[in-house]
């Protein structure tokens, strides 16, 4: 994907026909397609936030979504470089910072989606595991009636129409 | 930097389009036809029914005689025809009197019932055939991810295209899954039906779709319903442009120039997704956008000029409240039964958008041929796609919405009828008797 590979180049190249020198590089991964970044972090905070909901797909989604800027270290307004936090934090302690864009860096929703997702996949994989593989030895007849091919008998979820 | 970029050729640009549009609804016919050819080689009976709005008027039994069941088959599809025309209508209604956002949070609501329920079902089905140790807890869990990440997905919020199209995707197969297991005559004859309603609906002045696509227009609005678009082919020849202060722009113009002047709007910048659906009929053919890619070919002239996204008519893009935030989403219309408006067009951005139930019920086609025999399959497929190949070029002509059923579904039921009585027995003859050509 040329985007990501030569954000700068582009500016310098073709002054005839580069209007404004805004860095054209794109912080989802449907790059010209997708959102641009000020939409971006508003959308990765809520997708952040809804994922609570017994939701670790959602944060999956989010880290897919936003792959670029976990990939790639030249997002400056969204990856702020240690310069720029230092910068941030003595700006902040003479005056009180509204809650600008970019005064929260959203590469924290989106790392917290990644630690969020792993944690809850960690969780319900070594649950369904040890379920799956230790059937009726390890649970006793407590396994019959959680499987689900059962239960769904029992129900009779199947028998729809 | 590099400056020589190849001049891409009509088949890149035409040929990818086409694609793109080809291999999602291969997708979504493929996986039916898979469900199908493992899930019902166990039932029991071909005739263990759904019992639906589709069977209200006559429940098929394997006792009836022909023409029993070629009335029954009659009556139903009319009543299923009946109560599609009647939603649409009423859906109508609801977009004249303004209620969209009930429209939108109704669609949601029945989408996730069908990834829930739906999905939920069909997981279980191949549950009980492979026997899976799965759990209750995780089963649930897992359901409930899908079905709302994928109510996000194609309603609420904007996210990955891949995510959007591969839900999208998703919907049409689990629903036409359900379909196929219709009984035989009742299928054939409900897809017969909805092939002529679909050419009423979208072509004659009178028709539902037409109507509300109209009154959208007219308004500059938005209507909720459950529309693939594909992805637009990225023109290389553009000029590279700012693109994210031409982004925001909404364009409200209508088409004054009804007619196609062949003078393409230079480097403006649409999403691809935010499209409106000014969806299925009427002229929503788009304003072909260059979409600007950030490649170092620059070329002052206009380069490779596609004729359909040089389209000179302009779509209302949507603009819900003012609010510029785009979204992305097409919310779905009508009841379960009638999820989609079918119809093929073309979005904002050149890229060509099929309705979700010309998926389905295309899907529907080949699952019933899946049922018979392979032969069928391939038979129908082809003749689907040489028809949705024909609704494209008919696309191109015409530069307005169309019917995307009549064409697909003709050739696939003539070519269905006639592999299963002719060319099936040429075939086995051929094969028994070891004739190769």
């Known amino acids: ?161 | 930097m590099a400056e020589n970029k190849k001049p891409t050729s009509i088949l890149e640009s035409l040929g990818e389009e086409i694609v793109r549009i080809v291999a999602p609804v291969s997708i979504c016919m493929f996986m039916v036809v898979i469900l199908v050819s493992i899930l019902n080689s166990n039932s029991s009976s071909s005739y263990a029914t759904v019992g639906s709005i589709a069977t209200i008027a006559y429940n098929e039994s394997s006792s009836d005689t022909s023409w029993d069941k070629f009335i029954g088959a009659l009556l139903n599809s009319l009543v299923f025809v009946a109560v599609i025309t009647l939603a649409t209508f009423l859906m109508v209604l609801l977009f004249y009197l303004r209620c969209v956002k009930f429209l939108k949070y109704y669609m949601g609501f029945s989408a996730f019932v069908v990834l829930g329920f739906l999905g939920g079902e069909i997981a279980l089905f191949l549950i009980e055939d492979f026997s899976i140790p799965i759990d209750c807890f995780t089963f649930l869990v897992a359901l409930f991810n899908f079905a709302a990440v994928g109510v996000l997905a194609v309603f609420m919020s904007k996210m990955a295209i891949l995510v959007t199209q591969g839900y999208l995707v998703l919907i049409g197969m689990l629903v036409a899954y359900w379909f196929t297991l219709l009984p035989e005559w009742t299928t054939w004859a409900l897809l017969v039906a909805l092939a002529v309603y679909d050419l009423a609906a979208v072509l004659l002045p009178v028709g539902p779709l037409r109507l509300l696509v109209e009154l959208a227009i007219s308004r500059d609005e938005d209507i909720p319903a459950l529309v693939y678009e594909a992805r637009p082919v990225v023109n290389h020849d553009s000029n590279p442009r700012d693109l994210v202060q031409r982004r925001m722009r909404v364009w409200r113009e209508r088409n004054e120039t009804s007619d196609n002047r062949p003078v393409a709007v230079p480097d403006s910048v649409s999403d691809g997704n935010v499209v409106s659906e000014s969806n299925v009929d009427e002229i929503e053919t788009s304003n072909s956008y260059p979409i600007p890619i950030i490649s170092t070919a620059v070329r002052a002239e206009e380069g490779e000029v596609h004729p359909i996204r040089n389209a000179e008519l302009l779509v209302p893009l949507i603009d819900n409240g003012g609010n510029v935030q785009p979204h992305g989403v097409a919310e779905a219309s009508g009841s379960n039964e009638n999820l989609m408006l079918e119809g093929i067009g073309l979005g904002s951005s050149g890229a060509i958008k099929l309705g979700l139930g010309d998926f389905i019920f295309y899907s529907v086609l080949v699952g019933r041929a899946a049922m018979y025999d392979y032969m069928t399959v391939y038979a129908c497929y082809l003749a689907i796609v040489a028809g949705l190949g024909i609704t494209l070029m008919l696309l191109a002509i015409y530069q307005k919405a169309l019917p995307a059923l009549p064409v697909s579904i003709a050739l696939g039921i003539v070519f269905y009828f006639l592999t299963r009585l002719f060319l099936e027995v040429f075939v086995v003859q051929c094969s028994l008797n070891l004739l190769m050509f």
């Open chain 1, 1 to 161: 994907m040329e985007t990501s590979h030569n954000p700068n180049a582009n500016t310098n190249s073709n002054p005839n026909t580069i209007t404004s020198p805004i860095p054209v590089l794109w912080p989802t991964i449907d790059g010209s397609l997708g959102l641009s970044e000020e939409e971006s972090v508003s959308y990765a905070r809520r997708f952040y936030k809804f994922g609570f909901a017994l939701l670790p797909f959602l944060w999956a989604v989010n880290c897919f979504y936003f792959w670029p800027v976990l990939r790639s270290r030249s997002f400056p307004r969204i990856r702020p470089s240690f310069q720029t936090v230092t910068l941030m934090l003595e700006f902040s302690r003479s005056i009180t910072l509204e809650d600008t864009p970019f005064s929260r860096p959203f590469i924290i929703d989106i790392v917290g989606s990644a630690i969020g997702f792993g944690v809850s996949m960690a969780i319900i994989s070594s649950w369904a595991l040890t379920f799956s593989i230790g059937g009726e030895r390890l649970f006793g007849p407590v396994w019959d009636k959680l499987v689900m091919y059962n239960l769904a008998d029992k129900l009779g979820l199947t028998g729809w129409s």
